[in-house]
């Protein structure tokens, strides 16, 4: 028997892992067809033209429309776009990301500035920032994010900053500092998969490498949230899915999102297994006893839905533990 605080997460832990966790034992060799729990309408509504209109006005890419995002209506209507810099080619080919790959064009001078603009004519209390990779820039693009932070806090000094950022390969040290020292309210980075499938799913990651870019956030601003994500149904395993929550905790992330990864096109990564609600749910059990401050867990969450409601939660957690210490 264990006692204290410790000892409470623990036996919730326990409680959590005894919870029935359903997943579909996945049929090789054909594509499983999305269950009803997956299902979204098609995106129709007058919110989502203007928006839409709006990013083309601006000249912005949107990781909404180039991940084939199945929230895309429902955000939209509501102007939540989460914006994605340094152009929409990629370096990078990741077994899972719709985004184009190839050689990308040279960084726009104005982009900084039309984010600010699209976050104040939406009218955002809350937006998210992320990019494609830019392996072929001297930083990896985050002197980037650093003007679009500090665009934003000229234009749109009431809107709160998330980015999401790419694991900046080999200068990840550098570009970390710089943007920490920018200030953002939440600095988000996807694990994306467990470390096994990592050389199918994300061949130009490094497990390891980006779970210590998180930790070096929390090392330079303990202020700042840091939060990661995953998606599941690529063939992880569960007790592989734990692990990762333990390797995130180890890195001080306060944050967990988890989604089902969904099939973007023929020629991506196959859908293993549709992981259920009920499961997403056990999932999240357990992430809580492990101690994040928020999780987040179904099977269309991605790491920008509802982030605006959910930093608001972020800081009220934050703020309750704080009362109780
Ligand atoms: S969940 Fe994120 S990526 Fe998907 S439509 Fe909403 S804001 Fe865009």
New binding site residues.
């Given amino acids: 028997m264990t006692g204290g605080v410790a000892g409470a997460a623990a036996n919730r832990y326990l409680a959590a892992m005894s919870e029935a966790d359903p997943i579909a034992v996945p049929p090789h060799g054909r594509r499983l067809p999305k269950p009803d729990w997956i299902r979204v309408k098609a995106p129709t509504s007058a919110g989502y033209a203007e928006t839409r209109k709006l990013m083309r006005r601006l000249n912005l890419a949107?990781?909404?429309e180039e991940?084939a995002?199945p929230?895309?209506g429902e955000?939209?209507t509501r102007k939540?776009?989460?914006v994605m810099i340094l152009g929409d080619t990629c370096t990078r080919a990741c077994a899972f990301c719709n985004v184009r790959t190839g050689m990308p064009r040279a960084v726009d001078p104005l982009e900084p500035e039309h984010v600010a603009v699209a976050a104040a004519e939406l009218g955002l209390s809350h937006i998210?920032v992320t990019s494609v990779d830019r392996d072929d820039l001297p930083d990896g693009g985050a002197m980037q994010f650093v003007r679009v932070i500090e665009a934003l806090r000229r234009t749109a000094p009431a809107t709160t900053i998330e980015i999401l950022t790419p694991d900046f390969r080999n200068k990840s040290q550098a570009a970390v500092e710089r943007i920490v020292a920018a200030r953002p309210d939440v600095y988000n980075h996807n694990l994306e998969t467990v470390p096994r499938l990592y050389p199918t799913i994300r061949p130009g990651a490094r497990y390891y490498a980006s779970l210590r870019l998180l930790e070096s956030v929390k090392r330079h601003d303990p202020t700042i949230f840091t939060k990661s994500g995953l998606m599941v149904g690529l063939g992880e395993q569960r007790l592989e899915v734990h692990q990762v929550m333990d390797d995130m905790r180890s890195a001080d992330v306060d944050f967990l999102t988890m989604g089902q990864y969904l099939q973007p096109t023929p020629r991506h990564a196959r859908v293993e297994d549709f992981v259920t609600p009920q499961a997403f749910k056990a999932y999240a059990a357990i992430a809580r006893a492990k101690g994040f401050l928020l999780v987040a867990a179904s099977p269309l969450t991605?790491?920008?839905?509802h982030?605006g409601d959910d930093f608001a939660r972020l800081k009220a957690a934050r703020e309750a533990g704080m009362a109780q210490r």
């Fill in positions: 949107t990781v909404c991940a995002c929230n895309i955000c939209w939540h776009a989460t998210v991605r790491s920008s839905y982030a």
